[in-house]
């Protein structure tokens, strides 16, 4: 909403800088955005007089001419422009002015045209920032001459009324009442405890006959139009406004039209209230019916655009055709022509969601729509369509005829509020008596008794207590208000469970080296594809977007891998030589689709890296994390991820509950993501490794008695795993088997193909005395012949 | 004798002096004290002298061959302390070569910052709660104060799902408000960090996904003023201790009064420059009372309780606080964005 500081001056006094006055009304409540000077770049154009025009040596194009700007020495301008004749007031940038030139902002200098001294420049109204819109005199190209015989010497942004501030507020959407020039002036007054001169509407109403015998009204839905006033003007002129009010449309971003339509738009600025204009004799019957539109009607609006309509949207029609979307836009078939001789002033109100809806359905948003979306009190409508017929008797442009039809089935009356001071003190923390706050809402135009308020219609906004308390705030100052601190009952602040696990996660993590990435939830659902996830797979079936920002964001992803994969190929891209990244992220798990109720959102951990080590590196950090975790691992070959490399993946169970999985990333996979290295990925559920942790600690006696060391070295096939041998050892050793450690895995020469050569050390003891070689033979006898018999082991 | 045991001691004492290394000198220890040497030989022909000679010479010889000793071990000690200065200066390093850093990684610069928050409010006896991004409408909006067709809904650009009614993906962390008055025993005292989703494409400033904290404090008592307190310390403990705080009026539907919280500009002090776009102040956050219909709407008696409520949103934190000007890198994980923090 923009609000120029003249017109708002018109309603109060007040005196405040606009810069104070910014800083004061948004600590009451209306947020500036932004403030502009019209004509802000303006500076050192005055008034001149054309003494004397000569040609131009060596241009033909090209005059010299003497200006008189009031200090007696005439100066010397050179100038192209063809409308110039001796005698005119010119507007004159002085040496050093700035003027707009192209979309930019030129400084005068001094200078020589073809060789002739040249001090200053006479501008066009386009030079000074404005157009032939705003200043119909002005010539369609050329200087702009002053009509009337103007001082010289003086600065023409005053001459043209031109200085102005414009500040623009961000207007909350409880406030429909701010959305006009009289709302913020409203607050202004009380800001300033200062009276509003509301505009005096008073009217002569010379029209034959009266308005309710040239119109009929009929609404066929109230519940979308609370009321509806028409008013009709005769003899209408149709013809350019006069400069104050073409003045006051610019100075609020409304480009001026012609007379009847800039009444319409200037009533809406000051009120608030959308006017719509209608040429009568367009209207059949001299019937407005407001109805809901029929399946398959269409209407041409102003714009020239063919609009489809519904039967949801309301509009404003005669017997045999709508005229107007209601609320929206009126309809070209009705539009006010310069040829028109009667006019029918729509003032009406209309449902704010239904309004909204329909400019939406249509992609239509106007300046009408954008307020009556906000719901209006309809009792602006009476005093809006009173101030256009009050213009129109101003302008002389038509006659108003007496009474008007008014459709208003329910009308809004002010409503009470109970409140008690009390009650609003021990809210606000505040201590002001009964007098005060009743002073406070006055400013607000509520009539307050220490009980009750009666409310202005226009404040919809205000419906309980606690909104009132908000006005109170509001006008006491909300940096009045003491700041406490509360005296309720004393709480521990403090994480949960999870939430330190999820801290110690993070930080075993980064400790080991692994920097956290952060990846949008949302995903394209090619990311199946990139991964060879197959098409019946239960991770196909997302939580999906309907109104995504395209389709890469489309699907709320069921994998987290991809989100990591994406940022290792970023850093391979980018030729960083390693990296190692986890995230800790939530996959989106629906239970059915469409969804019936909310998607299990299953913390996960994913760790992702290259350049930096092999499988053994990434299940080491596994391990790590776990041990830090006091969980305990089990890890068995994967081969059936299909985005992993099949014989370099394991799964990872806790017990028997399934953890995650660890391995590399399957080469083609990684050919997807455009990485040609070695890509690691683990994914562990964080809800399963909460559960499991275990932050309690017992302590364990250190052992009294020394230990005895038992290396075994033995050749296997290949594909014997070494969990299969600790497994042997472990079940045979029996309870004095201390640790089982594996030192030496060999493949290749002095060892037979498809072999390998795998060494553990074995400790034993016992926690009651020193164990000597009788007590350790034994168990590794049996270890031994277990390990042949079963893995085919043959010892070294 | 004595004469002759005098020049044994000089000559021993030089050769000792003359003595090159740690080897020759225990052969010259055989030497001059071994069962061969001269002194031992003297010793051996003390049978030959007087009785009352005897005690005199032997006492010296001893004399003599303490002399000896002595010198030997000085001698000793002073080769083993050469031959540790040798290993020492053997053992010189270039001490300004780069250590065998083991690298440490980087927690994300979004995580840093909900963590500092997280530890203010901590302190000052806050929970931290967690609950769903995918939403329903009555939590996002309707338990809210925002029923449909409430302007606030197309305000937020809100991303909806596949579902039976309305699911959607939240626009902003207030639903927690709702669910932890559901499920919290009161007094509530909760900060419930989260990301949101809202229908903005990415771009400098704007993201898609984002991430907002959510507080709320209900009890008894609780009034506009202690609501001003709490975020007044928020302010301090998170801008340091000259931020200055303001709140202005302002409109959420689910609170009221409503306010937004401006703390003095970080860049300039409060002067006005770029960043402050001239105002001295920077909006932080949105603020009020909880608004007495959402109470209820949670089967919490507003004639009994009140409480107030705030949100803010993460990410311009983090840029401001790690000149960040750029909201894509945050989402883009190179390592040399990552580990700058």
Redesign the interface.
């Known amino acids: 909403m923009d609000l120029p500081i003249n017109w708002l001056k018109s309603y109060v006094d007040y005196d405040a800088s606009t810069a104070d006055f910014i800083e004061d009304i948004?600590?009451?409540?209306q947020?500036v955005e932004?403030v502009r000077r019209l004509a802000g770049d303006i500076t050192g154009v005055i008034s001149g007089k054309v003494l004397q025009i000569e040609k131009h040596p060596d241009a033909d194009k090209l005059v010299v001419t003497q200006i008189d700007v009031g200090n007696g020495e005439p100066l010397q301008i050179v100038t192209g422009a063809p409308n110039l004749k001796v005698g005119d007031i010119v507007p004159v940038a002085m040496v050093g002015a700035t003027v707009y030139h192209g979309n930019g902002v030129e400084k005068i200098k001094k200078g020589k045209l073809r060789g002739v001294p040249s001090n200053g420049m006479l501008c066009s109204i386009e030079e000074l920032g404005f157009t032939r819109n705003d200043y119909p005199e002005a010539p369609e190209y050329g200087i702009y001459v002053f009509k009337d015989e103007v001082p010289l010497g003086e600065d023409v942004k005053k001459l043209l009324e031109m200085d102005d501030e414009i500040v623009e507020f961000e207007i909350?959407?409880?406030?429909p009442d701010c959305y006009s020039i009289i709302g913020l002036a409203r607050e202004t007054a009380a800001t300033y405890r200062k009276e509003l001169k509301y505009p005096e509407i008073k009217l002569e109403e010379k029209g034959e006959g009266n308005s309710k015998d040239y119109i009929d009204v009929e609404i066929l839905n109230p519940e979308l139009c609370p009321r509806y006033i028409g008013r009709v003007v005769k003899n209408v002129k149709v013809e350019p406004s006069p400069l104050w009010l073409r003045h006051r449309l610019t100075a609020a971003g409304v480009r001026p039209i012609n007379n009847i339509v800039d009444i319409t738009n200037y009533v809406m600025l000051e009120l608030g209230q959308p006017m719509h204009a209608f040429d009568i004799d367009t209207i059949d019957e001299a019937k407005i019916i407001v109805r809901n539109a029929k399946e398959g009607e269409k209407i041409t609006t102003l714009d020239g655009q063919e609009r489809q309509l519904d039967p949801s949207m309301l509009v404003i029609s005669d017997c045999n055709k709508a005229v107007a979307v209601a609320g929206v836009m009126g309809g070209e078939n009705s539009k006010v022509s310069p040829n028109a001789k009667a006019i029918l002033f729509e003032s009406a109100n209309f449902n704010?969601?239904s309004v909204?809806?329909t400019a939406?359905k249509l992609g239509l948003r106007t300046d009408a729509s954008a307020k009556y979306?906000?719901n209006l009190d309809p009792n602006l409508s009476l005093d809006a369509v009173n101030r256009a017929v009050q213009l129109v008797e101003m302008l002389g442009c038509g006659e108003v005829c007496p009474g008007m039809v008014d459709c208003y089935p329910n009308k809004r009356e002010p409503w009470t509020v109970e409140y008690s001071t009390e009650g609003i003190n021990?809210?606000?923390?505040?201590e002001l008596s009964e007098k005060e706050m009743i002073d406070l809402l006055a400013l607000v135009e509520v009539k307050a008794d220490g009980k009750k308020a009666v409310i202005p219609t226009f404040r919809p906004?205000l419906v309980?207590q606690?909104?009132l308390?908000?006005e109170v705030?509001?006008f006491y100052g909300?940096?009045n208000?003491?700041?406490?601190?509360?005296?309720?009952?004393?709480?521990?602040?403090?994480?949960?469970f999870s939430?330190l696990v999820e801290d110690k996660i993070?930080n075993t993590?980064?400790?080991?080296?692994?920097?956290?990435?952060?990846?949008?939830?949302?995903e394209s659902p090619k990311v199946f594809d990139k991964l060879n996830i197959p098409a019946d797979s239960k991770y196909r079936k997302t939580?999906?977007?309907?109104?995504?920002?395209g389709e890469d964001?489309s699907i709320?992803r069921t994998i987290p891998v991809n989100g990591i994969l994406t940022?290792l190929a970023?850093?391979y891209n980018?030729r960083?030589p390693s990296?190692?990244?986890?995230e800790m992220g939530?996959v989106?798990l629906p239970e059915e689709?469409?969804?019936?109720k909310?998607?299990v959102?299953e913390k996960t951990l994913t760790i992702g890296m290259y350049g930096n080590g092999d499988f053994y590196d990434i299940k080491g950090m596994v391990d790590a994390l776990a041990d830090t975790l006091n969980t305990e691992l089990d890890y068995t070959p994967e081969e059936g991820i299909p985005y992993m490399h099949p014989y370099r993946t394991a799964k990872i169970y806790i017990g028997d509950e399934y953890l995650g999985y660890v391995g590399q990333i399957h080469p083609d996979t990684a050919q997807n993501y455009s990485v040609a290295t070695e890509c690691y990925i683990a994914v562990l559920s964080i809800d399963l490794l909460i559960q499991k942790a275990a932050f309690d600690r017992q302590y364990t006696e250190l052992p009294k008695y020394p230990s005895i060391q038992r290396d075994i070295a033995m050749l296997v096939k290949e594909d014997v795993t070494v969990k299969q041998i600790e497994s042997i050892i472990k079940a045979k050793g029996g309870k004095l088997v201390e640790s089982v450690k594996l030192f030496d895995v060999y493949k290749g020469k002095q060892i037979t193909s498809g072999y390998k050569s795998v060494a553990y050390s074995i400790s034993f003891r016992a926690a009651d005395r020193t164990l000597t070689g009788e007590d350790v033979n034994p168990p590794m006898d049996k270890i031994m012949k277990e390990l042949s018999e079963k893995l085919g082991a043959q010892l070294r | 004798m004595k004469e002759k045991l005098n020049q044994i001691r000089e000559k021993a004492l030089k050769r000792l002096e003359e003595t090159k290394n740690m080897d020759n000198l225990e052969a010259l220890r055989v030497e001059l004290l071994g069962k061969k040497g001269e002194l031992t030989q003297i010793l051996k022909a003390m049978g030959s002298l007087s009785k009352e000679e005897r005690p005199i010479i032997g006492q010296y010889a001893n004399e003599v061959r303490g002399q000896i000793e002595a010198k030997l071990e000085a001698v000793k000690a002073d080769f083993a302390k050469k031959l540790k200065q040798e290993k020492l200066n053997a053992e010189k390093i270039d001490v300004t070569m780069p250590g065998k850093k083991k690298s440490i990684g980087h927690l994300h610069p979004m995580t840093k910052v909900i963590e500092d928050i997280k530890q203010i409010f901590i302190g000052m006896g806050y929970e931290i709660v967690e609950g769903p991004e995918v939403e329903t409408a009555y939590y996002n909006f309707e338990a809210l104060n925002i029923p449909k067709d409430h302007p606030a809904r197309d305000e937020q650009d809100t991303f909806y799902v596949n579902g039976e009614g309305d699911f959607l993906l939240r626009t902003q962390t207030s639903p927690m408000q709702i669910r932890t008055m559901e499920t919290h025993e009161l007094p509530i005292k909760i900060i419930a960090p989260g990301r949101v989703y809202r229908s903005d494409e990415v771009d400098a400033t704007h993201s898609p996904i984002f991430h907002q904290l959510e507080g709320m404090v209900i009890d008894k008592n609780i009034t506009m003023g202690d609501l001003k307190g709490a975020l007044a310390v928020f302010a301090k403990q998170l801008f340091g201790k000259d931020a200055k705080v303001r709140f202005r009026p302002h409109h959420f539907p689910f609170t009221e009064p409503s306010a937004e919280m401006d703390v003095s500009c970080f860049a300039c002090g409060g002067k006005g420059c770029r960043v402050c776009k001239d105002s001295g102040w920077i909006e932080v956050l949105g603020c009020g009372m909880v608004h007495p219909e959402v109470l209820k709407r949670c089967n919490i008696d507003p004639e009994k309780y009140s409480g107030f409520a705030f949100g803010l949103g993460l990410e311009r934190i983090a840029m401001q606080k790690y000149s960040i000007s750029d909201l894509r890198l945050l989402y883009e994980n190179d390592t040399r964005f990552l580990e700058q923090f």
């Open positions: 948004t600590m009451t409540g947020k932004s909350t959407n409880n406030r704010g969601a909204r809806v939406k979306e906000k021990k809210l606000l923390g505040t906004d309980a606690c909104d308390a908000e705030a509001r909300y940096n208000i003491a700041t406490t601190l509360s005296t309720g009952t004393p709480t521990v602040g403090k994480k949960s939430q993070a993590m980064v400790a080991m080296g692994a920097s956290e990435a952060k990846c949008f939830s949302f939580v999906s977007i309907s109104n995504p920002l964001f709320m940022s970023t850093n980018r960083n990296a190692v990244l986890f939530k989106y689709l469409p969804l019936k909310l998607p959102e």
